[in-house]
């Protein structure tokens, strides 16, 4: 489907540098959770503070993601 994100409301049509710093972003995120599963699987760590820091990421990557894509909506 061309240009789906046209219909949702709320979202609008990325240029292709936009898509490709989209996409850069995903990238860093799939890179940054296999290192937290890592993480998570190493004895000795403080659990607690790998969760912590995993959320921490993922607000990061989200507001990477909105500062790129614009939404016009909360």
Do not use: C
Request: glycine share 8%; charged share 30%; proline share 1%.
């Amino acid at each position: 489907m061309d240009n789906q994100h046209r219909q949702i409301k709320g979202y609008r049509e990325l240029s292709q540098d936009e898509i490709d710093l989209m996409n850069e972003i995903k990238a860093k995120g799939a890179e940054i959770g296999e290192l937290v599963e890592k993480l998570r699987a190493a004895d000795g760590l403080d659990q607690r503070w790998v969760s912590i820091g995993a959320t921490d990421f993922q607000t990061g990557l989200m507001a990477l993601t909105r500062s790129v894509a614009q939404p016009t909506f909360f």
